[in-house]
């Protein structure tokens, strides 16, 4: 089956740039979708086909996807940001086609 | 506006069974498929299930293939999920999730808060 790798946690500075990476073999052939989690709360989607934003979403959040990962950035960090952010792809080939990573913990320091 | 809201999880036993429900509002249920996402304490998301908007097709992880069974009333805007034989590894909170299909992708754009199911004796 397909596996998403993302890095455990990731730390930035408030009004720095956050990049979470998802790892998959050939990942820019397929359409990649982003989560965010924040402690407690069910996960909203924050972009999706790779670097579309999900409605209400700010500009500070992008996407972008290519070879074998795909990256979601995050500009102009707030403290708000803080929370596990998720990718996710469909497997149409597969008989278990939804794959999520295992998400990145986004730390505001 | 979206709205999906989880019933019937709770405390149960190692082999026993449990039915969640998910009511949806805002948008029509039979004009889109459903998906179940699961949780379990401290853990990733895991997907669990899909069905389709009209319910003849299934999908499911290996993880729950033949002991849970997704389901849909659309004439009650409801989606269930069937678990049978459950495990200690099966408590988490399930989450019910509206797909949006472009193409072969699928994406899930509105979650509910979810309901936490224990397996434990």
């Known amino acids: 089956s397909y596996v998403l790798t993302q890095p455990p946690s990731v730390s930035v500075a408030p009004g720095q740039t956050a990049r979470i990476t998802c790892g998959g073999n050939?990942?820019?052939?397929?359409?990649v979708h982003w989560y965010q989690q924040k402690a407690g709360q069910a996960p909203v989607l924050v972009v999706y086909?790779?670097?579309d934003r999900a409605s209400g979403i700010p500009e500070r959040f992008s996407g972008s996807n290519f070879g074998n990962t795909a990256t979601l950035t995050i500009s102009r960090v707030e403290a708000g940001d803080e929370a596990d952010y998720y990718c996710?792809?469909?497997?149409?080939?597969?008989?278990?086609?939804?794959?999520f990573g295992g998400g990145t913990k986004l730390t505001v320091l | 506006e979206v709205q999906l809201l989880e019933s019937g999880g709770g405390l149960v036993q190692p082999g026993r069974s449990l039915r969640l429900s998910c009511v949806a509002s805002?948008?029509?249920?039979?004009?889109?498929?459903m998906s179940w996402v699961r949780q379990a304490p401290g853990k990733g998301l895991e997907w669990v299930s899909a069905?389709?908007?009209?319910?003849?097709?299934?999908y499911y992880a290996d993880s729950v293939k033949g002991r849970f069974t997704i389901s849909r009333d659309n004439s009650k805007n409801t989606l269930y999920l069937q678990m049978n034989s459950l495990r200690v590894e099966d408590t988490a909170v399930y989450y019910c999730?509206?797909?949006?299909?472009?193409?072969?992708?699928?994406?899930?754009?509105?979650w509910g808060q979810g309901t936490l199911v224990t397996v434990s004796s």
């Open positions: 805002g948008f029509t249920l039979s004009n889109y498929a």
């Open positions: 996710q792809v469909w497997d149409s080939s597969s008989d278990h086609p939804g794959v």
């Open positions: 050939n990942i820019g052939s397929k359409s």
């Open positions: 086909d790779d670097s």
């Open positions: 999730a509206k797909v949006y299909i472009t193409g072969t992708t699928v994406r899930f754009d509105y």
């Open positions: 069905i389709s908007g009209s319910g003849g097709d299934t």
